[in-house]
């Protein structure tokens, strides 16, 4: 499925032109998009050595989910220079609505690399927590780039959207494709997982939840590299990985994250809820720095019993979502 899933309404008169295989060219006017800005999961993530830069070294296999935040992007015609040309607001009191945010990031970048010269307000609709490993202001910053290259009418092509998402951070250019992915490198390396493994994912059923607290992403990667002991070299990772494809294993038997040494030790409550998940007979992780976990179930099994579980042990402040991997 599409995870973008764009809904364009026609207010003005400014001309896309999109070309299908086989089909002539058609237009359409368009001056508002608005785009699912969808979660992730890692599913498999072996972070496996500290680089020279300071960053890390990692081989995970993300997915998309089809829940996520909402981006609508509405043109607000063409400021003069130095007047704001991009604005954004936000139903999420928490989030920072000024140049610090990666939607805004992501349209002055764009701007820049194309020389658009248009303004754009946008409207965020916040559904995924903060601080939980799932992805949210980097899918936000792609979503903005999509939506804003919509509105100028198609002025960048793939290769330069990846180059402007890769600027922006490593998890960017993965929420540019539309299906599971194998991310390298410090996550730049991006390449869409083999058909027939992603076939096996897409559709699943997954529970995501996330405790009242959150994981700063930074201190994870810094208290596991203190710890020293959590690596995963990049051999034995890729072995697990290319077992895993080539076998008609469960999916449950892919879940890895050498990241949660780091996060239990300071935050037990994680670890202890995943042991009872998966007395529950789910299988369950962290997913990327936490503090969000998943629990990965099939279609017919007992959602009611887990859920319960969860705020059993987390309370009432929970964040709790049913969701499918796209």
Not at 88 to 98: G, I, N
Not at 230 to 242: G, T, V
Not at 255 to 269: D, G, Q, S
Not at 287 to 296: E, P, V
Request: aromatic content about 8%; charged content about 20%; proline content about 5%.
């Amino acid at each position: 499925m599409n995870t973008i899933r764009p809904e364009m309404k026609a207010k003005a008169r400014r001309q896309i032109k999109v070309y299908l295989p086989g089909m002539a060219a058609s237009s359409w006017s368009v001056a508002s998009v608005t785009l699912l800005s969808p979660a992730k999961i890692n599913l498999f993530l072996a972070v496996t050595g500290r680089r020279a830069d300071g960053f890390h070294d990692l081989v995970s296999v993300v997915a998309p989910l089809e829940f996520g935040d909402e981006l609508t992007a509405e043109e607000s015609g063409s400021p003069k220079a130095g007047s704001g040309a991009f604005t954004l607001e936000c139903d999420d009191p928490a989030v920072p609505v000024d140049g610090t945010n990666l939607v805004l990031k992501a349209a002055a970048s764009y701007a820049a690399a194309t020389g658009w010269k248009g303004g754009v307000h946008f409207r965020l609709t916040k559904r995924i927590p903060l601080g939980a490993g799932l992805g949210g202001g980097s899918s936000n910053a792609v979503a903005a780039l999509r939506a804003v290259d919509r509105l100028a009418g198609g002025r960048a092509d793939a290769a330069q959207l990846e180059a402007l998402a890769a600027g922006l951070g490593s998890d960017c250019p993965l929420f540019l494709q539309n299906g599971p992915v194998i991310l390298r490198g410090r996550g730049e390396r991006v390449e869409p997982l083999p058909e027939a493994s992603a076939r096996r994912l897409r559709g699943q059923s997954v529970l995501l939840c996330k405790p009242s607290f959150a994981v700063s992403t930074a201190w994870a990667y810094a208290r596991m590299a203190a710890r020293g002991t959590d690596y995963l070299p990049a051999a034995e990772a890729e072995r697990r990985l290319a077992q895993w494809q080539a076998q008609p294993a469960l999916v449950g038997d892919l879940l890895f994250n050498n990241m949660e040494p780091a996060a239990f030790e300071k935050y037990p409550a994680l670890s202890l809820l995943l042991q009872k998940i998966g007395a529950l007979g789910f299988a369950a992780r962290m997913s990327g720095s936490g503090s969000a976990c998943f629990a990965w179930s099939g279609e017919n099994q007992d959602k009611a019993t887990v859920a319960a579980t969860i705020r059993e042990a987390w309370g009432s402040g929970v964040f709790l979502q049913k969701t499918h991997i796209c």
